[in-house]
């Protein structure tokens, strides 16, 4: 089970909320189909995916506006909340765990912000 | 030491210990590449020249190992990552050390295809 499991690989689960873990596991298995997904889009449709009539047809219409959207804050929780993570397992993190939720907190806010402003500009 | 320079220590280490310094390695070089995409981004409400300028310079035989090491680091991030699930949900736990060794072929198949549909992409071929 999973407490049985290599302690070293358990450090994420261990420094994160329970709720922060099952979302980070949830946010990796959504990014896992997401991320292939626009991977494929851009490199193996065809050699003009990126072509900036095309970028700015997908970015204009609605299925890809949804379809960036999740993937913009999936990617921008599951990345944030993994570098907290990382952070809370220092000395600085254990010490000061606020300054840390709150950089992180921002960090994904600005991320996502930006992310959609994008999206909302087409 | 510091508790990130442990991370590139391998000596002593256990193959499970290395997967999980990587996926930390490999989740940091994403999370920066994911700040220069969105910064990236930027050119396309700049404009067709503008958009079209940064693609000519990053979309170039130069750049193509920087995506190509840039596409194991996600594919690696990726295929561990859905280890750790199995794991955590106390599946396939018997067998943990086939499934790591499996995983990591896993990886080098899809990172070759990969890299091999970029090359393809970049060169035009």
């Not at chain 1, 599951?78 to 840390?100: C, E, M, S, W």
């Not at chain 2, 920066?32 to 000519?56: P, Q």
């Not at chain 2, 979309?59 to 690696?76: H, R």
Request: net charge positive.
């Amino acid at each position: 089970m999973a407490n049985e499991i290599n302690k070293e690989e358990m450090h994420t689960k261990r420094v994160l909320e329970p709720l922060a873990w099952i979302f980070q596991l949830i946010s990796g298995l959504i990014l896992t189909v997401l991320v292939t997904f626009h991977f494929y889009e851009t490199h193996f449709v065809s050699h003009e995916a990126m072509e900036y009539e095309l970028v700015v047809s997908r970015l204009s219409s609605l299925g890809y506006k949804i379809m960036y959207a999740l993937l913009v804050f999936f990617v921008a929780f599951h990345a944030f909340n993994g570098v907290r993570a990382i952070l809370l397992d220092t000395n600085f993190g254990a010490k000061y765990p606020q300054v840390v939720n709150s950089l992180c907190f921002l960090a994904f806010l600005i991320a996502f912000g930006y992310g959609s402003l994008l999206l909302l500009v087409f | 030491m510091v508790m990130w320079q442990k991370w590139f220590s391998v000596k002593g280490k256990s193959l499970f210990s290395i997967a999980f310094s990587l996926h930390r390695l490999t989740g940091v070089v994403l999370t920066i590449y994911l700040c220069m995409h969105l910064a990236y981004l930027t050119s396309i409400r700049m404009g067709k020249e503008v958009f079209e300028s940064f693609i000519a310079t990053t979309v170039t035989p130069q750049f193509l190992i920087f995506d190509i090491l840039l596409v194991l680091a996600g594919i690696y991030h990726g295929v561990n990552g859905l280890r750790l699930i199995l794991h955590e949900f106390g599946l396939t736990y018997e067998s943990r050390k086939s499934i790591l060794y499996v995983s990591v072929a896993i990886v080098l198949i899809v990172w070759l295809i990969a890299s091999y549909r970029m090359y393809t992409f970049v060169m035009g071929v």
